[in-house]
């Protein structure tokens, strides 16, 4: 027992120390002796019997794999990778007796043969983007002590590049960190991390995925291994920006902007692009740890209605099952759920459930009859567990070297977890979803999937369990982190084969890069407190530049005692997240929208109101990141990047390109400092204006978040709702915001918003221009693009100008074609109700 104390205190310095260790010791790759072309790059033959691929991909995108004193493999497999055939893009090689270099359109990647260092510069100003700082190595020697007891599961490798003296980072996926990752350091290793604060690392989440920015120009980096990985920032020493990987292969993938928006979309191309969830998934939501039973659930609901506040799902979290068995519903609690779901449903309210990896270890009480019934979800599973069952018949469940099934202990006790890298296994999981949708479920929620094992959080009891990974038989050093991956992916495939004409919607806590293709994310538990809700900005614009658009916070914070103060501002950034949810741990208060008071509940009202309104500004702004990959949620940075100023802002937001928030986020605060980048900006409250390129000092009550229109653009919203589909879209409001040249312009983006037709070309985009003229403004409607023909609506169109009470207002049938009118007549109009109207000045 003392001896295994010492194992641990001795492993866990070495973990403790290991970022911190010097990578400039460990064996570098050999210099090059020769190499050979093909048509897909070239492939440098080391001296120490290394190779290097050099691949080109598309001519923003070239690819860096490394085999340290052996040959490539000639096995290539990724979990997070979605696209592997890249072809037919033309590049040259050209050499001198001192480099090689590889060239595109737009990336020179120059090769110098000894020692090996790899340039990235731009083709054609040839400005260096990105250069090694010493050539790739690998631990020989085994200097840097691993974290895992096998060691031969792998030796580190790592990659150094030199710090730029203005260069600035961002990415890493889910961090509880600042935006700008400068002398930052960071590990990634799933983690179930529960009441974490600013600094704590890693929490849940692994996306290897970096972006730098240095004086405008950017370029991406994404270290595509999913073993316990590190990057250092500078933080180490003022020279390098390093990154490696306990085992795995030195395996990157570097993209060449320079424009951020650029990378993000080429991102999404080589790990997939996110599917667009259906739209109500925009909607609000409500959780807690747990509600049941169902009578709870329905006054949750009735509450909701009745205090008029909106509300499109619920979420069931692990109290609906029978002892925690997933697939399983305890019919004590949750009588009929199907009835359940469609008398919630009448109320224009889904059900979304929890699934926990962890399927209660349970061999069959002796003699207990096998289920055969077509619904076992609703069988008595004491005696017999239909999944574990089916799941050991079939050999799915994970087992350790040795043969025996790995056992952890999560909630419903003793434990197996399913091999997701097997494909039968995948398959499997996501066909059991049939419990769930034969109920009216309408989604669901994947916890746990670090995995979390209350018996070790730290992964090491897990070190010999076996993964299939395609014949690789690899250990969790490697398939830890890309194991919610491969869960969602089971779970959005099965939701896709068992309801077709339905969009998954998914909801994940931990992840792999790649995960967007499935899933969407919350950022687990997190506290409630003002510290916890300022991370929230860095954290979701961080996970957006990680290639993650679909992102939120639970609304209030998870963990202790909130206030009425908090909710409100919480809601004030949780209002314009792609996920709005709120939720509270078991024991933790009630922080429903009106468990604090009427006060607070009109105000957190206005803004879930006007939610919904924006539904047609969000759902386009969506729809844009499903196609390009750029976030909805996003920095001013990405907007903005030729302005220094906002390479550390993260105390404001912008939702697409045209809305800018500025939140407050510390108690009793009640006016701020907000940048405005340039151009010309417009109050969304008060329709007064200011001019960018510098801060100004705005007020911020209680009922008010500072919220800036950009002038130039054009924003849509529809009636207000109480949850979509409550009403029908009769009528689309354009509020034009002019530039200081009086143009503005915009795109509404509308599709069925369930099915997926929309990748069938069946959506309809609608661009609208809008100059000003001698009488007033002419608008220019093009013809619509695509094959959705929404129900007859009127669009109908308002220009804000500088002075808010001379606005020009006209409305007019949705044409369906082209057309130019102009607006020349002058009203005012009723001003928009603001929260004040209701809330009052406190
Ligand atoms: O060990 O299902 O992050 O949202 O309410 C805690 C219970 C397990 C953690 C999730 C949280 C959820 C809770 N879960």
Redesign the pocket.
């Known amino acids: 027992m003392k001896r295994l104390n010492l194992v641990i205190v001795f492993a866990f310095a070495a973990v403790a120390n290991l970022a911190a260790q010097d990578i400039t010791h460990l064996e570098k790759i050999g210099s090059v002796v020769s190499f050979s072309q093909s048509d897909r790059g070239v492939v440098l033959n080391c001296a120490d019997d290394s190779q290097v691929l050099i691949a080109v991909l598309a001519p923003d995108l070239v690819r860096v794999r490394a085999s340290f004193t052996k040959p490539l493999p000639t096995t290539d497999h990724s979990w997070a990778i979605a696209k592997s055939n890249w072809s037919g893009v033309p590049f040259t090689v050209s050499e001198t007796s001192t480099e090689i270099t590889v060239a595109t359109s737009e990336l020179e990647v120059v090769i110098h043969r000894s020692p090996l260092l790899i340039d990235f510069r731009d083709a054609r100003s040839h400005e260096l983007l990105n250069a090694d700082e010493q050539p790739m190595a690998y631990d020989a020697k085994g200097l840097l002590s691993t974290t895992m007891f096998d060691p031969k599961a792998g030796m580190f490798v790592a990659a150094s590049k030199k710090l730029r003296f203005d260069e600035h980072f961002y990415g890493l996926g889910e961090k509880a960190a600042r935006l700008d990752k400068r002398r930052g350091k960071f590990v990634n290793w799933n983690s179930?991390t529960?009441g974490y604060t600013e600094g704590r690392d890693p929490i849940y989440q692994t996306i290897p995925f970096y972006i730098g920015l240095q004086r405008g120009v950017a370029y991406g980096m994404f270290f595509d291994n999913s073993y316990r990985s590190y990057f250092d920032f500078g933080h180490s020493s003022q020279q390098r920006a390093w990154f490696g990987a306990e085992g795995g292969e030195m395996n990157y993938y570097f993209f060449h902007g320079p424009s951020i928006k650029k990378i993000l979309g080429r991102y999404a191309d080589l790990t997939g692009h996110m599917p667009l969830p259906p739209l109500w998934a925009l909607g609000n939501q409500q959780?807690r740890?747990?509600y049941y039973p169902d009578a709870m659930v329905e006054e949750v609901v009735r509450q909701y209605r009745e205090r008029d506040l909106p509300l499109d799902v619920v979420h069931l979290?692990?109290d609906y099952m029978q002892a925690y068995r997933v697939f399983t519903f305890d019919t004590s609690r949750f009588a009929n759920p199907k009835a359940l779901a469609e008398k919630l449903g009448r109320q224009g309210v889904k059900l979304v459930t929890?699934v926990?990896p962890g399927i209660k270890h349970q061999p069959p009480a002796e003699g207990a009859p096998e289920h055969r019934s077509a619904n076992p979800e609703l069988e008595p599973q004491a005696k017999r567990y239909y999944v574990f069952d089916q799941g050991l018949a079939k050999n799915y469940f994970q087992r350790r070297k040795s043969g025996a099934l790995f056992i952890p202990s999560v909630?419903p006790g003793e434990s197996v977890f399913v091999d997701y890298t097997l494909p039968d296994a995948r398959r499997w999981w996501g066909d059991l979803h049939r419990a769930y949708l034969d109920n009216g479920i309408a989604g669901i929620w994947n916890?746990?999937n670090e995995p979390?094992d209350f018996i070790d959080q730290t992964g090491k009891n897990q070190m010999d369990v076996v993964s299939n990974d395609e014949g690789e038989q690899s250990t969790h050093a490697k398939n830890r982190n890309v194991f919610a991956l491969l869960m969602a992916r089971a779970t959005y495939e099965g939701l896709e084969r068992l309801r077709p004409d339905k969009r998954p919607y998914v909801i994940t806590?931990a992840a792999y890069a790649g995960i967007q293709r499935y899933s969407t994310m919350w950022t687990?538990?997190t506290n409630s407190t003002w510290e916890a809700l300022a991370l929230n900005i860095p954290m979701f614009t961080t996970l957006g530049l990680s290639g993650e658009p679909f992102v939120g916070s639970?609304i209030g914070g998870?963990i202790g005692r909130g206030n009425g103060e908090l909710l409100v501002r919480s809601y004030q950034i949780g209002f314009l997240a792609p996920f709005c949810r709120n939720?509270k741990?078991?024991s933790g208060y009630d922080q429903e929208p009106w468990r604090f008071g009427k006060f607070y509940e009109d105000i957190i009202r206005k803004y879930l109101k006007l939610r919904y309104e924006l539904l047609p500004f969000l759902y386009t702004t969506l729809e844009e990141a499903h196609r390009t990959g750029v976030p909805l949620f996003r920095p001013l940075l990405l907007n903005y990047q030729d302005d220094p100023d906002t390479y550390n802002l993260d105390d404001q937001f912008m939702v697409g390109n045209d809305l800018m928030v500025a939140p407050i986020l510390k108690p009793d605060v009640r006016s701020r400092f907000v940048y405005f980048p340039k151009g010309i900006w417009y109050d969304y409250w008060t329709g007064g204006s200011y001019v960018g390129g510098t801060s100004h000092w705005i007020e911020a009550d209680l009922y008010k978040v500072p919220m800036f229109v950009r002038g130039g653009s054009i924003i849509p919203t529809g009636p207000e709702m109480n949850y979509v589909g409550e009403k029908p879209v009769s009528s689309i409001m354009f509020s034009i915001y002019p530039d200081e040249n009086g143009s503005a312009t915009t795109t509404l983006y509308e599709d069925d918003g369930q099915s997926p037709e929309y990748r069938r070309g069946v959506f309809r985009r609608t661009t609208i221009n809008v100059e000003r003229s001698r009488r007033g403004y002419i608008v220019n409607l093009s013809r619509p693009v695509g094959t959705f023909q929404p129900a007859q609506r009127s669009f109908r169109f308002q220009i804000k100008t500088h002075d808010p009470f001379n606005r020009m207002v006209t409305s007019f049938a949705d044409p369906g074609v082209a057309r130019t009118f102009e607006i020349t007549e002058i009203k005012p109009i009723r001003t928009r109700r603001t929260p004040k109207a209701i809330g009052g000045n406190r």
């Open positions: 179930d529960p959780s740890w747990s979290d692990i929890i926990d909630w916890d746990m979390s806590r687990g538990d639970d998870f939720h741990e078991l």
